[in-house]
């Protein structure tokens, strides 16, 4: 006969409106969920980080779609990733909860010095510049410093290209930033002609990072653009692969003219 577990009580706070309260109350039950879940007391920083990206893209989508809902059912799921970080680093004696809520609260209000210092700044730019700067006087020996490696190449490339920019390493005409992406696709071609795959793929990856230049000059976030293009092509070719059944055909059956007409027709429709 199984034994009758006792349910936990997590003290919840009666009035909604209290923040602080509230926030008590999560990380308590996170912490009950370390002690009492085999799942939740089995888990490391390790074991859990894929899940933080995961996460992070999830929330991304919420934004893109417009979902408030969703978005913040996404924000509460990175919340508790936030928190079980935290605690299961006051588990080993490394840092507490309290700890990483001071630590970037020092650090906004010391970077923002125009808010809540005698400094000034007129305009986002001048934020940028000194917020850069300000990393540069905490002991920072490169601004690109800083820049996960692991983060989607096209959007490390803006970040650091926004980065050296700040500093005044910058194209100053946008025509010369078009013209740098057609001297990129002519080397391209050449190499391509040459046959030199490791030369092709140099090439490759210079005409993908002039390419996401000249997106910055044009105000536009170059992984946020090929994304839409990916979800573009998603809804197209499932549309493709909805009329095909339709018709009782499959894919690898149709010719590519036939495949064609069915992507115009997708098209048509707006997709």
């Avoid at 700067?133 to 410093?145: A, D, F, Y």
């Avoid at 700040?166 to 740098?180: A, C, L, M, Q, T």
């Amino acid at each position: 006969m199984e034994q009758e577990v006792q349910p936990i009580a997590v003290p919840l706070p009666q009035e909604p409106a209290l923040l602080p309260e509230w926030f008590s109350a999560f990380h308590q039950l996170v912490t009950i969920l370390r002690r009492e879940c085999p799942w939740d007391r089995k888990q490391t920083h390790e074991t859990i980080s894929h899940l933080l990206i995961e996460e992070s893209y999830e929330t991304l989508d919420a934004i893109a779609a417009g979902d408030d809902k969703e978005f913040s059912k996404e924000l509460g799921d990175l919340l508790l990733h936030v928190v079980m970080h935290s605690v299961m680093a006051e588990q080993r004696g490394a840092f507490t909860m309290q700890d990483v809520i001071e630590r970037v609260f020092d650090k906004l209000v010391h970077r923002h010095p125009h808010v809540f210092g005698n400094a000034s700044a007129s305009n986002e730019t001048e934020v940028k510049q000194r917020w850069e700067e300000m990393k540069m006087k905490e002991g920072r020996t490169s601004v690109l410093e800083g820049v996960p490696v692991s983060m989607p190449g096209l959007l490390r490339a803006q970040r650091m290209q926004e980065k050296a920019a700040g500093v005044g390493f910058d194209w100053s005409e946008k025509h010369d930033v078009w013209k740098k992406v057609e001297e990129e696709i002519v080397e391209l071609r050449e190499a391509i002609e040459g046959g030199n795959k490791e030369h092709i793929n140099e090439e490759f990856g210079d005409t993908f990072f002039a390419l996401v230049n000249a997106a910055r000059f044009e105000d536009i976030i170059a992984e946020e653009s090929v994304q839409k293009t990916n979800n573009k092509f998603t809804r197209r070719f499932a549309h493709i692969e909805k009329r095909a059944l339709e018709k009782g055909k499959k894919l690898r059956d149709m010719t590519l003219g036939e495949m064609d007409e069915l992507w115009d027709e997708a098209k048509e429709l707006g997709m």
